[in-house]
């Protein structure tokens, strides 16, 4: 195996080696584990190793499955696995140990994957970068100075740097999409209910967060749908259909004519970077030559009322984070046990209001049925991914003067008086001015994908997102799938840390 690049395979790919017997998942599983230990001490993508029981596991593998022998990471939340950490990101979590498999790890097993370990996130996966203090900052291979993006950001950058094929990753607010588009791979968030997230949860976030994948290919996230998606019982919502093969529909690409709208303003009325309006610019015109029709439309949706609801969740699902810490810290949480920011989060959770939470839950329902009224007239939906190229890692960070205010108001119990003053709506327009497209798909519950279309003057990925109507990822299966057969498509061998070869072992 030394002399085989094992970096440069897909899942399938390797899948395939293995079921042909030229290699075995023992020597997959030793191949990854040399590049983790080559390449994460610079990137900080891995935080758990769990090199033992994936030695073990591949022992036992007969290369008789799906995905058999194929080393994948899982992420540090909610994608638990019985006995090993899942600690959120947060040093307030770092005794925990899970008391079972989830059905996401459940379902995985399943293929014949091999888990390599677990990768970072931001605390409780809130951020679109991914620098929690108990961890420090993941960073992204194609520039360690700047992001992988967030919630994902272990994930992707474990993806990109080839370390493995695929990654667990979920997605709340754009937390797969995100880093996908910073890191130049793949990523599509799944309709509402598709895959699992039980046992310990029927929804999470309310049903705005799915479970998926971080993939270099097409085919590796279409065929691991196939594998995972399905009824679960005591799960709080089911799909759309789908009793066809989303592998066979990134294969066959798009036959017919679609009509894609397409819009590069911020829904909330901030600023878009150029390299990421040229991203959109550039699909729009290559899109158009291919006799799709191509069209600039704003969807009927308020972006003020999205970004809101998409915040008062937030606030809720952070302080109900915060009291659940009670058990595992055998007391209260406290200002100390979390970050700051997100202790302001669960102060501003605290403080709203159960008519504040089901007015928002009917902003989202009625942003569905609009967008599904959209969908009646355009076959997808077309964005930037992100309105910003990558940041450079700490430049997100709190100051120092915004550490000390937070500390105030929490300590004299001001936050209502901050709230009344006007903060929230700025607050609003900061935490999502970087990121203002994505929350969309999560609150209507519409599947939609980032695809790597564009590399900065800088030489960094940013995607493009689509949306379709509920249930419709195979259409965005055969988008994908054709489009990464073009020149377009941003070829994960460029970033430095791909190209970086193992010593002969």
Known sequence: MSNLPYWQYDGIGLAELVQKKEITPEEIVSAAIARLEQLNPEMNAV??????KARAAAKEEAGEKPFSGVPVLLKDISQEIKGEPTTSGSKALQGYRAKTDSEYVNR????????LGITNVPEFALMGITEPQFYGPTRNPWNTDYTPGGSSGG???AVASGIVPIAGANDGGGSIRIPAAYCGLFGLKPSRGRTPVGPRFGR???GASVEHVLTRSVRDSAYMLDLIKGYEAGAAFTPPPFDDNYLECAAQGIEDKLKIAFSTKSPIGTEVHPECVEAVSKAARYLSSLGHLVEEKEP???GDKIGQSYMTLYFGEVAAEIASLEPVLGRKARLGDVEMATWMLGLLG???SSEEWV???RDWDSAAFSMEAFFRDYDLYMTPTTADPPSKIGQLDMTAGEEKLMKWVSRLNLINILKKSGFVDDLIKRSLKRTPFTQLANLTGQPAMSVPLHLTSQGLPVGVQFIAAKGREDLLYRLAGQLEHTE???KIEENPLFQYPLPDR
């Open 47 to 52: 935080i758990h190793k769990m090199y033992e």
């Open 108 to 115: 995985l097993k399943a293929t014949g994957v091999i888990f």
């Open 155 to 157: 994930a992707a950058a």
């Open 204 to 206: 999470l976030w309310q």
């Open 300 to 302: 009927p949706v308020d």
């Open 350 to 352: 605290r403080v709203t």
């Open 359 to 361: 007015l928002s839950l």
């Open 488 to 490: 377009h498509w941003i």
